[in-house]
Structures are given as structure tokens and as C-alpha cells.
């Protein structure tokens, strides 16, 4: 069974950039449709981004959209989110997640995601 792993999150100050991580254990012949979603405490888990199994599309959510990049490197089994012009309310556990039955529709319900990482810590302080 896959296993997904993010790293890159950590404290910055508004305005600023990071670029998250998510490596998978695992490559798949087929490389299916990864995503991106977030979770604030006491907040319900939401949709940030998606990207297709060849990396030629993409969705994101509008509160990120012209901030936030989802890239893919398939050789590497290895997502990405690079986020620009943090705002303190992207603060939230963020987590990569795997759509293994679909390589090109993108969704952004939580429920059709079957593969998720444990989560990283990113706080932008203002």
C-alpha cells in the first residue's frame, strides 16, 4: 500500500513562501490524481488544489488561487505546493492526498481521496 510523507512546512511571516513536499513510497504504472487540502483548528478539513497524473491539470480553490502552484515530478513520486503571499489564515495542517481511481478528473471532495500523509504544520504570522 502507498504511503504518502509531506515535509516543508514551518513558521513564516505573511507575505512570505514555502514549498511543501509530498513524496510516495510507491510508483504507480498509472499515476493517478493528487490533491491538496488543509485543516485549521476547528475547522472542517478543506480543498486547497489538485493535479492530474500527468500534471497537465490543475484546480485550486479560490481562496489560493494566483497564490498557491500544484507541480508533479513522476519520476520522483513526488508532489508539490508552492505557496506565495501567505496570508495568516493559510495557517493549517496541510495534507497531500491520492485520488487512485481517477488520472485526470480532478475532485475536491475529502471522501474521494483514498490515500492521505500524516500532515505539516505551516503558521504564517502576521
Known amino acids: 500500500q502507498v504511503q504518502l510523507v509531506e515535509s516543508g512546512g514551518g513558521l513564516v511571516q505573511a507575505g512570505g513562501s514555502l514549498r511543501l513536499s509530498c513524496a510516495a513510497s510507491l510508483r504507480t504504472s498509472a499515476p493517478y490524481v493528487m490533491g491538496w487540502f488543509r485543516q485549521a483548528p476547528g475547522k472542517e478539513r478543506e480543498f486547497v488544489g489538485a493535479i492530474s497524473g500527468d500534471g497537465g491539470s490543475t484546480s485550486y480553490a479560490d481562496s489560493v488561487k494566483g497564490r498557491f502552484t500544484i507541480s508533479r515530478d513522476n519520476a520522483k513520486n513526488t508532489e508539490y505546493l508552492q505557496m506565495n503571499s501567505l496570508k495568516p489564515e493559510d495557517t493549517a495542517v496541510y495534507y497531500c492526498?491520492?485520488?487512485?481511481?481517477?488520472?485526470?478528473?480532478?475532485?475536491?471532495?475529502?471522501?474521494?481521496?483514498?490515500?492521505w500523509g500524516q500532515g505539516t504544520q505551516v503558521t504564517v504570522s502576521s
Open positions: 492526498a491520492g485520488d487512485p481511481f481517477s488520472s485526470s478528473r480532478l475532485r475536491i471532495r475529502v471522501q474521494d481521496y483514498g490515500v
